[in-house]
C-alpha cells in the first residue's frame, strides 16, 4: 500500500454509518445504527458495558464484519474492505505495542508497511514523537514506559501515518486519574491540530465531555441521544440519557393548572402538559439548594451522607416523602449526618415529560 | 526534649537489628522445604556427573591418562556422536516444528475448550511415555509381525519392509522419538503462543500490515526465544534417550548412550569402562555448545524482555 498524502498532512473526512447491525448469533450488538460524523469532528461514542460502542468502533476498523448496513469513509464503502487496507488509525485500551521493537520502530511501523523511504520514515516518526512529548525515549522498549507514555507512542504509531479517521477504543481506561486527564487533553489538542476526524470510545462521561464536538449516547446497540455536551447535559431527550450525562435525580408531581408543585413550589413547565397528567422531571444536584431547616425553603429531610469535592460539596438527603436527592453546594457547608434540612429547587421553570 | 529525641533512634536501632536477624532467619525456613530435593540431586546428579566426566581421564589402575579422550575422535566413536547429532537434530526439528503447528492450531481453541483441555492433558502424559514401552507399541504395531504391517501386507498388498527392517535400525528412532518429542514441544510452546496477545495482530492490521507482516516482524521475533528453548529441551531429551533405542536397536552401538553402555558392560571391549566417562563428557560439550547459543539467543531478546 503506497502512502496516500506523502508531503501534506490531509484535512478530515467524513464518517457515516448506515444501519449496521452487528449480530453474535442471537444476540444483536448493533441494532440498525445510523450516525453520520463531520469532516475533521471529534465524536465520542458513550453508554454503559454492552451498549455496542466499541463494536461500532471495531466495526468501522474493519475488525469485526457487519451483518448489515454500510460504513462509509469520506463517500467511500468500506464495509467490505479489508481493515489493513481502510486507512485508519486506531489506538487500544491496552496500548498494544509490540513489545519487540523499540519506540521509533513502533512508530516507524504503519509507515515501513507503507514503504516510506528509510529517511522520511525515521522524520517522520521522530516528528511525531515530539508532538506527543516523547522526542528523547525513541530507543525505549515498552516495558521501558509508564502506561501513559505507552499510549502517547501508541497515539503517535496510529497519527504517523497521517490516517483518514483516528479511532480511539478506551485509550485512557486503563490509565490513573491524573495521567488520563493530561492525555485527555493532549488528544484533544493533536486532534484539533492535524484536524483529524476522530471517533471516541468511552464509558467515562467526564471524558466524553471534556473532549468531544459531538456524544453519541448509545444504548442497546443504537444511538439514544446525539449532540453536543451542552446539549446532552442541558436537554437530554430520553430517560436513560439524562441518567447516563451527569447525576439526576428524577422526580414526579401531578400537573395543575399548567403548573406542577416541586419540593414546596409551584414551578412553571416549559412546555405545557395536560392537566392531571403526572410529569416526570429530572434535577440535577447542581439545580438544588440546601438551606436551613428552620429557617430555609424547600421541603425537610435528613442527611444521609456529604462528600468534598474540593470547592463544592454532594450531600444526599433523605426527604420526608421517602425520596433520596443529590444537592450540590458550596464546601463552606458541612452538613452532619442525619442533620435536618431543606432542600429547595432553584429553577422557576422545568422540562417535564409524561410517560 | 533530649530524651524525647533521641528514644525513638534506640529503638529503631535496637529493633531494625532484633527484625533484621529474626527476619533472615524467617526467610530461611521456607527454604528448608528444598533440602531432600537439594540433597538427592546432589547425591544422584551432580555427584554421578562429577565422577562420569573425571573417570575419563583415569585409566583402570587410576593412573592419568588421555587415552579416553583421545578416543573420542577415533572413527567408531565420531560416527556415533554423528549418529545421536543427527537424530537429535532431526527429531528436535520435526518435533519443534509439528509442536508448533499443533499450537498454533490449538489457539483457535478457546483455552477453556474440550479439545484444547484433552490434547494438552493427552500431550503431558504421552510426552512421558518413552522408553520399553513406547517400543513396545511400535514393535507391536509396525514391527516385523506387527498389527499394521500385516494388515497392510495382507488387505493392501503393501510390504512396510520391502528391504531393510528399518524400524530397528537408526531411521526405526524417527517415528518413536517424535511419539514423545511432539507433545513435549506441545507442553512448553503453548503458554508461549498464548502469550501473544490478539491486539498486536490488530494494531499491525490498523497500521496496514498482512498476516506476513506480522509473524515476520512482530510473532516470530517474539517467540523465537520459547521455540529455540523448546528445540534444545527436545535435543537433550532425544540425545539423553536411552531405553527406547535400547529396547529397539539390537545390533551395535549405533548411538552415544548405547555406546556408554557398550563401553561399561560390554567383554568385548572389557578394559575401556572409563570411555564411558569420556563419552559422557563428549555429550556435556555438545549441550554446552547448544546452551551457549541459546544463551546468545536469549541476550538478544533480554533487550526487550521484562
Not at chain 1, 172 to 180: F, G, N, P, T
Not at chain 1, 328 to 341: F, G, L, M, R, Y
Request: neutral net charge; charged residues 15%.
Amino acid at each position: 500500500m503506497s502512502d496516500p498524502t506523502p508531503t501534506a498532512q490531509r484535512s478530515g473526512v467524513s464518517v457515516h454509518f448506515r444501519a449496521v447491525t452487528k449480530e453474535y448469533g442471537a444476540q444483536r450488538a448493533l441494532n440498525g445504527l445510523d450516525l453520520e460524523i463531520k469532516p475533521g469532528e471529534f465524536v465520542a461514542l458513550l453508554g454503559p458495558s454492552g451498549c455496542g460502542k466499541t463494536t461500532a468502533l471495531r466495526s468501522l476498523a474493519g475488525l469485526e464484519s457487519v451483518t448489515s448496513g454500510e460504513l462509509l469513509i469520506d463517500g467511500e464503502d468500506v464495509t467490505r474492505v479489508p481493515v489493513n487496507r481502510r486507512d485508519l488509525g486506531m489506538v487500544f485500551q491496552s496500548y498494544s505495542l509490540f513489545p519487540n521493537l523499540n519506540v521509533i520502530e513502533n512508530v516507524e511501523f504503519g509507515l515501513r508497511t507503507r514503504k516510506v523511504p528509510a529517511a522520511e520514515r525515521t522524520a517522520r516518526a521522530q516528528e511525531m514523537l515530539e508532538r506527543v512529548g516523547l522526542g528523547d525515549f525513541a530507543e525505549r522498549y515498552a516495558h521501558q514506559l509508564s502506561g501513559g507514555q505507552q499510549q502517547r507512542v501508541a497515539l503517535a504509531r496510529a497519527l504517523v501515518t497521517r490516517p483518514r479517521v483516528l479511532l480511539l477504543d478506551e485509550p485512557l481506561s486503563a490509565l490513573d486519574a491524573k495521567v488520563r486527564t493530561q492525555l485527555r487533553d493532549e488528544i484533544r489538542r493533536i486532534q484539533l491540530d492535524l484536524g483529524i476526524t476522530t471517533v471516541f470510545v468511552t464509558h467515562d462521561q467526564e471524558e466524553a465531555l471534556a473532549v468531544a464536538d459531538r456524544i453519541a449516547v448509545m444504548n442497546a446497540g443504537k444511538i439514544d441521544q446525539i449532540g453536543t455536551p451542552e446539549e446532552l447535559y442541558r436537554r437530554p431527550e430520553t430517560g436513560f440519557v439524562a441518567n447516563f450525562i451527569g447525576q439526576s435525580t428524577l422526580l414526579t408531581a401531578l400537573v395543575h393548572e399548567g403548573r406542577i408543585a416541586l419540593l414546596g413550589r409551584e414551578i412553571d413547565l416549559t412546555e405545557p402538559l395536560p392537566e392531571g397528567a403526572l410529569a416526570r422531571v429530572r434535577v440535577r444536584p447542581e439545580n438544588l439548594a440546601l438551606e436551613s431547616f428552620e429557617h430555609g425553603e424547600g421541603e425537610p429531610g435528613r442527611v444521609v451522607t456529604s462528600s468534598f469535592l474540593g470547592s463544592l460539596r454532594r450531600t444526599t438527603v433523605h426527604l420526608d416523602s421517602g425520596l433520596s436527592i443529590v444537592v450540590q453546594h458550596s464546601a463552606e457547608d458541612t452538613p452532619e449526618v442525619d442533620q435536618q434540612v431543606r432542600v429547595r429547587l432553584l429553577q422557576d421553570v422545568v422540562t417535564a415529560h409524561v410517560d | 526534649m533530649t530524651q524525647t529525641g533521641s528514644a525513638p533512634v534506640r529503638r529503631l536501632s535496637r529493633t531494625s537489628g532484633g527484625a533484621g536477624g529474626w527476619g533472615s532467619a524467617q526467610r530461611l525456613i521456607p527454604g528448608l522445604g528444598l533440602v531432600p530435593f537439594a540433597l538427592y540431586v546432589l547425591i544422584f546428579l551432580l555427584i554421578p556427573t562429577v565422577l562420569a566426566l573425571t573417570t575419563g581421564f583415569f585409566n583402570r589402575s587410576g593412573a592419568f591418562t588421555w587415552d579416553n579422550i583421545a578416543a573420542l575422535v577415533d572413527p567408531t566413536v565420531l560416527k556415533t556422536f554423528g549418529n545421536s547429532l543427527w537424530i537429535s537434530l532431526l527429531t528436535a526439528a520435526l518435533g519443534a516444528l509439528v509442536g508448533a503447528i499443533v499450537c498454533y492450531a490449538l489457539l483457535s481453541f478457546s483455552p477453556t475448550s474440550r479439545l484444547r483441555a484433552s490434547v494438552e492433558a493427552v500431550s503431558s502424559v504421552l510426552a512421558q511415555f518413552g522408553g520399553v514401552m513406547l517400543a513396545f507399541a511400535f514393535i507391536a504395531t509396525i514391527g516385523v509381525q506387527g498389527l499394521l504391517t500385516v494388515l497392510l501386507k495382507d488387505v493392501f498388498g503393501v510390504a512396510l519392509y520391502p528391504g531393510e527392517i528399518w524400524l530397528y535400525q537408526m531411521p526405526g528412532l524417527i517415528l518413536p522419538y517424535l511419539y514423545f518429542q511432539i507433545p513435549l514441544m506441545v507442553l512448553t510452546f503453548m503458554p508461549a503462543l498464548s502469550g501473544l496477545k490478539p491486539a498486536w495482530t490488530e494494531a499491525n492490521a490498523t497500521l496496514g500490515g498482512s498476516s506476513w507482516t506480522f509473524w515476520r516482524r512482530v510473532g516470530i521475533p517474539v517467540l523465537a526465544p520459547a521455540f529455540a528453548g523448546g528445540f534444545l529441551l527436545l535435543f537433550a531429551n532425544s540425545f539423553s534417550a536411552y531405553a527406547t533405542a535400547a529396547a529397539l536397536i539390537s545390533q551395535g552401538s549405533q548411538i552415544v548412550p548405547l555406546q556408554i553402555r557398550t563401553a561399561l558392560i560390554s567383554e568385548t571391549v572389557l578394559g575401556r569402562e572409563n570411555l564411558a566417562g569420556a563419552l559422557a563428557l563428549g555429550m556435556i560439550v555438545i549441550m554446552i555448545v547448544l546452551m551457549l547459543a541459546y544463551s546468545a539467543l536469549q541476550a538478544r531478546t533480554a533487550r526487550w524482555q521484562k
